[in-house]
């Protein structure tokens, strides 16, 4: 490897084991994918990409259903130095035509089914290549990349270049691209191998089940680099299913998920001490994990989840410690900053508080993104004077160090594990008719820790059908931002300066 070469795939790649005939990746359909085919593949592929003449930072905008491939076009897009933009396979075409408008990519990679109506959308925007990629190894991109040399010199790339651009849904509405460095995710690997405690092959090795979606930072960045990083087998699961999950659990050594997936394992009577017995980490992140779920899941398998909290724009922020002579994993808390992460708690005028006292998260460190792609401004507002970037989130820190989240400042619904931006929901309710206007909020759900609840007004002499709002949301939306309930309200509560109550709304319909 070239010292002097920050690309992420390089230090990926670097950690392959020396036996390349290995298996790297075993599918849950039994497919056996090695070391020695990770390299060519991605060699395959990255030279596909830059057979294709593209310029410096090109985005490789990729919606396709979770697939070994999809993980391969991701690590060959690092290896040819250009930039990987993931999107969730629920949006819809207008979220799409967004994405793609903003992010201008010079590549889209699609499924076939898609084809029809995202290659239009894609010219029409200016991307002048549109590849297909099927979960069932099929696609005109493996096709082209077959005819591809397997080998591929590493492009040389700085710790400052963008790696990715994670769009995150807006407080405003509108979504915007974080950008991602290949500084930034290594450095937030590396800190996770070590803190995390993955084991050497000396040590016995881990192995990874991987059951996360990959088109966001907890499937796609903390559980493969980890894995990758350690030279790692993993478990691939393109979908979760609880019954696989737990069939495969005694073949696995690390676990990763959102509440959601420790919930429902919880319901299967198939999860015991036994299927966990070898296991040697379970992780949850991107929601926080109920006290009755980590208490739950202690007394069912003896295992105490390792809660850490992240987002899009900074990787991976704080942890709770792995070993016991760093501390006990404390329920409820998401742990200490992680090695390199400054963390404080500010109040609203930007002083910091006292241990204990509540106020806003800001963080630092080299994890932290580089900004959001081409709006300078929206940039500039998240980040304090001294350079802390403001999470949006309101928390603690207790006197041994651990921190608490306990709110948002921002207005964000977390239903299992994904984003949903009240006001993105809440501008497409007011375009529909006989619609005065409407608030979104988060309501306590079961499986999902929170789900949405759309209260809308009518406009004089309009009558609402709620039924007929949800259906035409989720002819426009992403599945999982359509509330799950919408109630026709009279007029929604404000304040003296004529903002809509939303704290008094959840206090009436938490219930
Ligand atoms: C599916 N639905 C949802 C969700 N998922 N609704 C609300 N919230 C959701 N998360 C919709 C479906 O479209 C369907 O709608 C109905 O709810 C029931 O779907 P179901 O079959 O139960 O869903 P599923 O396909 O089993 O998916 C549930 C899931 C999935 C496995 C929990 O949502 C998931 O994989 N979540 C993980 C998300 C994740 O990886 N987040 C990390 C982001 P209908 O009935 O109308 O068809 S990274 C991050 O947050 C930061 C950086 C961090 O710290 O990690
Ligand atoms: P995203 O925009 O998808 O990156 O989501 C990031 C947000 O998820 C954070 O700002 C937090 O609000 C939330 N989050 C992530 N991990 C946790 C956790 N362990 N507990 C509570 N909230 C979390």
Not at 21 to 36: F, H, K, M, N, P
Not at 334 to 347: A, E, I, K, T
Request: include cysteine.
């Amino acid at each position: 490897m070239n010292p002097s070469n920050a690309n992420l795939f390089a230090a990926l790649s670097e950690a392959f084991p020396p036996d390349l005939d290995a298996v790297a990746i075993e599918t849950d359909s039994g497919l056996l994918y090695s070391w020695r085919d990770l390299d060519r593949s991605t060699a395959m592929l990255a030279n596909l990409l830059g057979s294709l003449g593209l310029p410096a930072g090109a985005r490789i905008a990729v919606q396709v259903e979770k697939s070994v491939e999809a993980l391969l076009l991701y690590l060959a897009t690092l290896r040819a130095g250009f930039v990987f933009l993931p999107l969730n396979t629920a949006y819809q075409s207008a979220e799409m035509a967004y994405f793609i408008g903003n992010a201008e990519p010079a590549v889209l990679v699609c499924t076939a089914q898609n084809f029809g109506w995202l290659s239009k959308l894609a010219f029409t925007a200016g991307t002048h290549h549109v590849f297909t990629l099927n979960e069932d190894h099929t696609g005109s991109l493996l096709e082209r990349a077959a005819a591809q040399p397997d080998r591929h010199q590493v492009a040389l790339k700085h710790a400052d270049d963008l790696a990715a651009i994670i769009y995150t849904s807006g407080t405003t509405g509108r979504s915007k691209g974080a950008m991602l460095t290949h500084g930034n995710l290594l450095s937030n690997a590396q800190v996770l191998k070590s803190y995390w405690g993955w084991r050497s092959q000396r040590e016995g090795g881990d192995v990874l089940l991987h059951a996360l979606p990959i088109f966001h930072v907890h499937g796609l960045f903390v559980a493969i680099h980890g894995a990758l990083l350690n030279g790692s087998k993993m478990i691939w699961l393109n979908r979760f299913d609880p019954k696989t999950v737990i069939k495969k659990l005694p073949e696995a050594t690390v676990f990763m998920g959102v509440p959601t997936l420790y919930g429902r394992l919880l319901l299967d009577p198939g999860l015991t001490w036994e299927v966990t017995r070898h296991m040697r980490l379970f992780i949850s992140g991107s929601a926080p994990l109920l006290i009755e779920t980590f208490k739950a899941w202690q007394d069912r398998t003896g295992h105490t989840i390792l809660e850490r909290y992240g987002m899009s724009e900074t990787a991976m922020l704080t942890s709770n410690p792995y070993r016991a002579s760093s501390g006990e994993r404390r329920g409820g808390t998401v742990g200490f900053p992680l090695p390199g992460v400054s963390l404080r708690v500010q109040d609203d005028n930007g002083r910091p508080v006292a241990a204990g006292e509540i106020g806003n998260i800001e963080v630092k460190g080299p994890n932290v993104f580089k900004g959001y792609w081409r709006m300078p401004e929206k940039t500039a507002e998240e980040f304090t004077l001294d350079g802390y970037f403001k999470t949006g989130d309101v928390g603690k820190i207790d006197a041994q160090g651990y921190v608490t989240i306990v709110g948002r400042s921002k207005d964000l619904i977390i239903s299992g594990g994904y984003n949903v931006y009240p006001a993105e929901v809440e501008g497409y309710i007011n375009e529909l008719p006989g619609v005065a206007e409407s608030a979104v909020i988060g309501v306590p759900h079961a499986d999902f820790g929170e789900v949405g609840l759309a209260l809308v007004v009518a406009k004089p002499g309009a009558v609402l059908e709620p039924n007929q709002i949800i259906a035409s949301l989720k002819a426009t939306l992403a599945n999982f931002k359509v509330p799950k309930r919408c109630l026709v309200a009279q007029e929604l509560p404000r304040n003296s300066m004529g903002k809509v109550q939303k704290n008094v709304l959840r206090e009436q319909y938490s219930a």
